[in-house]
């Protein structure tokens, strides 16, 4: 009696222990030990080969990048699609990727972050503790709203920007020179 | 928020057939296509059967509800994607950007009961962000200030004002005498260049005469002026004291569902500075807006009847001065907003490093952290000085530009009186006058801007003002003397009406019992606790104390007979007599020290320079985690409630202060029913009956002993626990 509630226990630790094993490992995704595929959903489905040689199907998956700034094709996590989904592994660089495969992880990377880029500022008007902005992106044109103060316009790197909106939604501006002297004026408020 | 906005007329003519002539229960613009691009919005309509996607103007994917298992909106990175679950495999049906997301998962949570035959409609009780007229952001309130009419608000005004409307209309007579004063004088200094000096008949006593007219009024002039700014100020402070007040009030008597939905931040901004704007306002703006409006009024009507022709010229400058003062105090605002977000910045800067300087100092980065500093400081010193050459040379500039009206009336006012069309006395007049038009410009071009602060001002402050507290004590609440049976039936709450926190609890305590809850975080312990307390009504089902359900109980009965033991105790600024006499403020001090003894802190309060006295809280004497909660227990023992709730901090403390607390908190409990949030083995192990919350519900309920036979979820807790510690030795 004593024998198996020691027996139970150490099942238990064991337990633990292979779950952490499981968090804290890397498991890195190629072309050979994976099959991606699109889904009839408009999403992709994974077909990996673990290290043990065990194969697991996923009948979805997303995509995360892990330097969505610094370094966007490397390192893009590959998880089950819940909130607290698992880790099913690392694609070291998309670009060792076969081409067809590639693809699809883009299409899915481009359905996850939601960047609009802005190409043309057509004009910044501040109101009472707020700027509407009237831009053109590359997603198209759009109007958004900013609280003034605070660090709502801020710079990741070297003339680079970002612009965050009331809503949460997220304005690039990769190069602050790239834009015409007027632009740079109707910013100049805000960096 | 709204869920069901009105679908285009010409669009809704191509759902119909699709729908069938089912009625659309919830319907949401689509602000993105699905590659991610902004284009002509697109929809989602849902009925109590299916969800319709329209993109383009055309429909696109149409769901049957009923064999679907889920509709899910998933929060991407900036956005969000609305998804079909189908016999396990998910379908993309539509994308929007974070403007619509929390509508959204409001719409997906609704359209899955419909999927799960519940018909359930739900709500959003969020504000809308923007207003629904003028598209503009509202300042966090219901109403919008822009839209609102000025009438409304300065009614609103006047019933903010209360009691001091009369001294209000006061003042404004008081102003327009002043102003009345101020035009006239001009007035007599025309009669006494005219009629004394100029003819040069005039005597010593008439010149005294003058001198004693203008002296006169002059000081009445002083007089009303002082008077006015003093009751004017005394006004505006008292005002601001009885919104304070007010405000203060209602926001304590608020559910926390109100509070908690708001930031802390937010709502100290309405109590502090939306009622000082309304002070500054009656101080900076009201005190001198009528004498200025009534001068400038009084001004303009004497140069109109003295000389038509001078008078139209005069004011054909204005709208240009006015224009350039506008343009200048854009180009000065822009200017100092610049200087302050780089003082923020240098703030912010300084503020991280000196709370983070034990890491700098630790990983040797001080040269670093000065040039980096420096290099702030410089190129701020750098914008004062530009800003500073810039007010230095353009300031007099624009003054100059801005009365070269008055100069052209010397010109052509001068060549009136060499040609006797104006007599001398006359041109000083008007050119006073003028002057009197000209220099209130600035503050009136400053007008608008501050009557719109005070309207969002005056919106925020009713906002809170105008709120009906969700929980209130029912007419018949009666006050009872608690025994310390409890029982929770068929609870259902969730913070969100879409996500329950709690499903379907069924427990009943008996007087004295301990109860201890387990469950990983999120699973809802705090919140049952939070029912109790009655900080939040359940949605359905109800609570019982003493076979009487809490809503029937005063909610001030009810407090008096809880204590409360927080995981993280919150000591309030003062000494610690205060704090532990907290809730029952005419306790004695011999009581004070007797709880003080019972919660095993009197020996070490005795041992501080100032004993009981010892001043804490912010700028005070910092107490260690241990101290705290011993004198969270003294405060609770000191309120002697029936019911006892306990969340115990999930840090660990070492042995000596752990086992003197653990004391302390038996005395604390015996006799009276008590609920633990408990993470220590040690308190586990004494509690009556151990409730384990899983995925909302009550997973298993049972003793230590039983619970560890049963092997089921607190068995692996409880060895999870312990591995834990064995790898740590």
Sequence with gaps: ?191 | MNLCYTLPDELFEKVRPVLKGEKIIYCLPLDLNLNGEFTKFGWTVVTRRRLVVISDDQIGEIIELSEADEIICSHEVNGGILIARQDGSDRLLARFSMRYLTQYSYVARGATLFCRGDSRVLENQEREKYCPKCGKVLPGTQGCPRCAKSGRMFRRFLELCGSYAIRLSAITILMAATSAITVSQQYVNRRFIDNVLVPATGTLGEISAFFFTMLLLTGAALALTAFNTIWSNSLGTRISRDLRARVYAKINQLSLEFISSRQAGELMNRVVHDTSHIRAFMEHAFAQMFTRIFIMAGALIAMVTMNFKLALLTLAFAPAAFALIRAFRRMERRLWRQQWRFDDKVNNRLQDVISGIRVVKSFGQEKRETERFESYVDRMTHIQKRNELFWATLYPFITLIITSGTFLIYYLGGRDVLNDRMTPGQLIQFIAYANMLYMPLQFVSRLPRMIMRLKTSIERINDILDEEPKIADSPDAVDIEIKGDVEFKNITFGYKSYQPVLENINLSVRKGEMIGLVGSSGTGKSTMINLLMRLYDPDEGSILIDGVPITAISKNSLHRQIGVVLQETYLFSGTLLENIRYANPDASRIEVIRAAKIANAHDFITHFPNGYDTYVGEHGYTLSGGERQRIAIARAILHNPRIIILDEATSSLDTETEYQIQEALERLIAGRTTFAIAHRLSTLRKVDRIVVLDNHRIAEVGSHNELMRKKGIYYKMVMAQLEMHSVRK
């Excluded at chain 1, 633990?16 to 890195?28: A, Y």
């Excluded at chain 1, 995704?29 to 994976?34: A, G, V």
């Excluded at chain 1, 939604?169 to 790239?178: A, G, M, S, T, V």
Aim: contains cysteine.
């Design chain 1, 1 to 191: 009696m004593l024998n198996e509630h020691a027996v139970k226990e150490d099942d238990i630790i064991a337990q633990q222990k292979k779950v952490v094993e499981d968090i804290i490992s890397v498991r890195l995704i190629t072309e050979e030990n994976s099959v991606f595929e699109r889904t009839e959903g408009g999403f992709v489905s994974l077909e990996f080969t673990d290290g043990n040689g065990e194969k697991k199907f996923y009948s979805r998956v997303s995509v995360h990048q892990c330097f969505p700034y610094s370094d966007p094709d490397r390192y893009i996590s590959v998880r089950e699609p819940d909130r607290d989904g698992r880790e099913i592994g690392l694609i070291e660089d998309l670009n060792k990727m076969s081409k067809k495969t590639k693809e699809m992880i883009l299409e899915q990377l481009e359905l996850r972050y939601f960047a609009p880029v802005i190409i043309k500022i057509r004009s910044i008007r501040d109101e009472y503790g707020y700027s509407y902005w009237d831009v053109i992106t590359d997603k198209g044109p759009c109007r958004f709203t900013v609280r003034m103060g605070g660090s709502n316009v801020y710079s990741i790197g070297k003339n680079r920007y970002l612009v965050n909106d009331i809503d949460g939604n997220r304005f690039e501006i990769p190069d602050l020179y790239k834009l015409t002297a007027r632009e740079i004026k109707l910013l100049d408020l805000y960096i």
